[in-house]
C-alpha cells in the first residue's frame, strides 16, 4: 500500500479551482430554454385561479405548466418513490389544485432565456382558496402518533422496547436530571442550488432520448424517478452528475426542478434547465424541527441505573420521514432500566429530510446535555461519567462492537485539549469581560456498508480507468477511489483516472450515511482485485512464466508490475500483461455487498470525543468557539487530508448548529422567513477558531474488507452539545433550546 | 426581476432630469442592494440610471475643516482612506463592521443611505407589508419580529394616544449609524437646486407613510455627504451584536464618541443602529453626561434616557436590556475604562 493512507490532495482540485469542473447549470447545448418554478404564498388550500394570460403574451415565453395543463404522469404511488422516500404517498408537482405546503411549486414557466422566465413567472396571478394550517410542532404535540413503518426502518430502526423499570430506578436514583430539549428546523443550504439541464433528442423511432445533468447525491435514484414517472425506459435516459456544490443530505431525494425539467423537455421537445432560486431552497426538506425529553438517574459513584428518551419529530401530512434519535443512548451508555420513544407530529410542511448526521446529532444534542447535567448533580467530572459508564457493547441490541476506540479518543482528545487543568465549578475561569468554559461530548453514527457495482480496466497505455455511478458530494470520493485502485493494482495515483456521476456506469447507491468510502471502495477494491486475476491469468500464460502454479495468494501488484510475494525478482510489468491481451484492455465488471453473516453479531459505529472551549461575554452574551479538538475513531483513514476536511467541516457545522442555525418559520403564515444566506445563518469564518482533528487508531476487519468506517456525519455529532456544556460551564446557565443566541444568555 | 431600460448619465443635471421625467426610474451605481430587491421583485423600475460615470468619486476637504465624501466613493475606499482613519477612526470602524469586503467593493457612500430594510416580510411578496405595499398591513408585527425596531415604532393617533404601528422595520446600515454620532450633512441636488440635509432629518420615522423611508425628494440625488472637522479621533467605539461574528445585520449597535479632559465628558455622541427606522441619536441622553466623569453609572443613565419608551415585540424584546448593556459597553469602551477585545 503507498497511496492509502497518505494525504494526497484532491486529484479533482484542480479542475475545481480552475473553474473546468462543471455543475448542473453549466452544461451548455444549442437551442436551451429555461423555466423558471412559480411558489405558492398560501401553506394549505386550493388554487381557485391561474392566469397567465400576461406571462404567456411576452416575447419569448413558450409555455406556463399548471396542474391544469401538465401532461399524463405515471398513476400509482410506487412510481414517485425515490431510494430515499419514507413511508407515505410522495409529493408530485402539479398533481392538482392543492396545495400542502408553502413554496410548493405551482407553476413553471418556460421561456427561451432564463431574464424572459423570470420576469414572466411574476407575472402569473395565482388565486386561493385558504384553509386553516398547522405548523407548530410545539402547538400539535397533542396529535403525536407512531410513524409508519416502511423500507427505511432498515437502516433507521425504531427505538427497542423498553427494558427494566426506568421509573422505579429513577425515583430511586441519588443523582438525576430531567429537561426539555427543542430545537427549530434547519436547511441543508449547500452553496450550489438544485439544477437540472435536460437535453433532449430523439431516437431512432423518434421516441425522446434524454441526456439530464442533475445536482443529486445519486445518480441512479434520479433516472429510476425519471423513468417511472414520465415511462421512459432506461435506454433513453443518462443521468449525469460529475460535480455538486455541496448536498449535505439534500441531494438524496430527486427535487422537483428535475421533474420540472424533465416534463417540459418532453412537452416542448426542447431542451429545458431549471434552476430554484435560493428561496425555493427553502422549499423541499429540511432537518425537522424537534421536541426531546431526557430524564437521567445515576447511583453516587456515577454509574447510571436509569435512562428516558423521547422525541417529537415533525412531519409533513404526506410522507412519514423518521430519523433514529432516542436509539443512543441505549447503545451507548449501560444503565438497565431505560426507555425510549419516537412520535412524529404530521403537520401543513414539506417532508423532512436527512440533513447531516440525521437523528444523530439531533438526538445527541439533548442526550450529551443531559449527560453533563447529571455530572454536575453527581459533583463529578463530565469525562469521568463518560468513562465510569463506558460500555463495551451496544446495550440496545446486546452484541459488542466491531471495534470501539472511543475510550482513545477520550484520552487522546483529552490530552491534547488540557482537560485535565480543568476546574469543576462553573463561572470559575475569566478573562476580561469574558468568562470561559470548557465542555465535552461524545459522538457516535452507524458505520454501514451497501452495495454497489464497479467496472476497472486496464488499457492498453497502461493506464487504469476505474469507474461506478457513485457520486462526489464534495467529500473526496474521486480521490479517495483513485487511492484505492492504484494500490490494489500497485500503480501510481497518476496513472488512474477513476469517473462518476453517470448512469452509464455500474450503479451505485445515493452518497449518504457516511457509507460511500466503505461501500463503493470495497467496490472498487474488488473489481481491480478481478482486473488483477486477469492479469495472473495473462501472466500464467507467459512463456516460461514463473506464475504457472502462483495463486491469487502468491503474488503482489508493486511499481506497475506484478511479482510472486516470496521471489520479488518473478516480476512482469502490467504494461508487457496487458498486451498479451490480444489488443486489447484487461476489462472487469463487479459488484460486493455487505458480509451479513460476518458482521450480524456486531455493531458497527464511528466514535468522536468533541472538547470545546467557549469564551462568553456575560454581559453582552455573544458566544466565541476559541478552541475545539475532536478525537475520531473511524476506522483505517484513506487520506488524512481529505478525512481531516470532513471532520472539519462536521465541526464547524457543529458549532453552527449550536449557535447560529434556525429556520424561522411564521406560523400566521406556516412560512419560513428567513429564507436567504443573509438571514439563514451559518458560521462564517470569523466565527471559527481553533479547530484540531485526531484520527485515533482503530483496526476493524468487520465492517468491509478495507477497514474504514465512512467519516462524512461522526465530525458533527457530539460538538452542539460540547458547545452548549462549555457555555453552562462558562456562565452556569443550562440552555436546551438551539440555536443558543445572546438573548438566551442575557 | 421585470424588464427594465438602462442608460448612462454622464452629469448630474442630466440625471436628475431624467429621473424626474420618470419617476418609475431608480437611481443604480453599486447596486448591491437593488439587484437583490429586482430579483425579489420588491422593487420594479421601469429603468435605471446608471450614475458610477458622474464626477463624485473623491474624498476632499472641506472649507470648514471636515472631508467630503462624494456620493460615488465606495465604503472600502471610505473605511481604508488615511485621512478617515486619522480623523475619523470611527467611521472607518463603522464601514468595516458591516457586510463583507466584496460587497464594500462595490456598495457606495449614497447608496449606503439608501439601503432599505432586511425585514423578512419585506423583502417576501407572500406577506402583506406596509412599507412594500401600503395599507397591507405590518406581518412583522405579530410575527417573527427578531430583527425589529424598539424605538420609534409607535406614532401618536389624532386622540393623542400612541397608535398600533405601521412598520417596525429598522434601517439595516452600519454607516450611517457613524454617520449621525458625527453630524454628517446630506448633500443633494434636486430640479430646484443643491440643498443641506442634517443627518438626523434625513431618514424618517415610518408614522403613517412607512413605505418612504427619508427626506429625499423624488427629484433629488445625493451628491456628497460632509463631515464636520470635528470627528472624536481619541475616544470612540462602534460596537455591532449580531448573530454571527461577521455578516449579519447588526441586532443592536453602538457608535459612541467622546471628548474628554481630565477624565470629565466634555462632549459626547451615542447613536444605535438596529433598534429603528433611522439612526436613533437622543440629544437630552447624551446632555446628561456633558460635564461629567466618565464613569459606568454615568453611561448607566445616559443609556436609560436613550432607550426611554423603547417597545418590544416579543421576539426583539431582550433588545432593550441588550441596547442598555451594549450603551455602557461601547462607552466605557470609548472612554478606554474597559478593554475593546
Redesign the interface.
Known sequence: MTAIGKPISRVDGNEKVTGKAKYAAEFNVPDLTYGYVVSS??AKGKITNIDASDALSLDGVLKVFTYKNRPKLAWFDISYKDQDAPPGSPFRPLQDETIKY?GQPIALVVAETF?VA??AA?LVRIEYKEDTHETDLEANLHRAREPKSGIASLLKPPPPKPRGDFETAYQDASAKTNGRYVHAAEHHNPMELFASTVVYETDSKKKPKLTIYDKTQGVTNSILYVSQVFNIPFKNLRVVSPYMGGGFGAGLRPQYQLFMATMAALELKRSVRVTL?R?QMFTFGHRPATVQNVALGALPDGTMNALYHDAYGETSQFEDYTEVVVNWGGMLYPPENVTMDYKLVPLDVYSPLDMRAPGGVTGMAALEVAMDELAYELGMDPLELRLKNYSDLDNNEKRPYSSKELRECFRQGAERFGWSKRSFEPRSMKK??NLIGWGMATGIWDSNMLGARAEAALLVNGKLWVSSATAEIGTGTYTIMTQIAADTLGMPIEDVLFKLGDTDFPIAPISGGSWTAATVGSAVQAVCEEVGKSLLKLAKKMPGSPFKSAKWEDIEFVDKHLRLKKDPSAAVSLMTLVNLNGGKAVRETSGVFADVMKQKNFTRSAHAAAFVEVMVDE????V?VTRAVSAIAGGRILNPKTARSQILGGMVWGISKA??EES???H??G?F????L??Y???????IHDLDVIFVEEHDDVVNKLGVKGLGEIGIVGMPAAVANAIFHATGKRVRDLPI???KL? | ???FTYTQADAVDTAVDERASDLTAKFIAGGTNLIDLM???VERPTRLIDITRLPMATISETLEGGLRLGALVTNADTAYDERIIQRYPLLSQTILAGASPQLRNMATDGGNLMQRT?C??F?????PCNKREPGSGC?AL???N??HAILGTRTQGSDGQLAEPNCIATHPSDMCVALAALEAVVRVTGKNGERSIPFAEFHKLPGDTPHIDNTLESDEIITAIDLPAKGFPDNFMYLK?R???????A?VSVAAALELENGNITDARIALGGVAHKPWRKPEAEALLVGKPATKENFQAAAEALLAGAQGYGHNT?KI??AK??I??ALGQAAKL??T?
Open positions: 404564498a398560501i408553502s431574464e423570470r420576469y411574476s432560486t428561496q476580561d469581560h454581559e453582552l452574551g455573544t466565541k449557535l447560529h424561522a418559520l411564521d400566521t403564515f412560512r422567513m428567513n429564507h436567504s443573509a438571514e445563518h451559518v458560521s462564517v469564518n470569523a466565527d443566541t445572546l438573548d442575557l | 426581476m421585470n424588464s430579483k425579489e421583485n432586511r423578512y416580510y423583502y417576501d411578496l407572500a406577506t406581518s405579530n410575527g417573527f427578531r430583527i451584536l448573530d454571527r461574528a461577521s455578516y449579519a445585520f441586532l431582550f436590556e441588550l448593556r451594549a455602557v459597553r474597559e478593554p477585545a
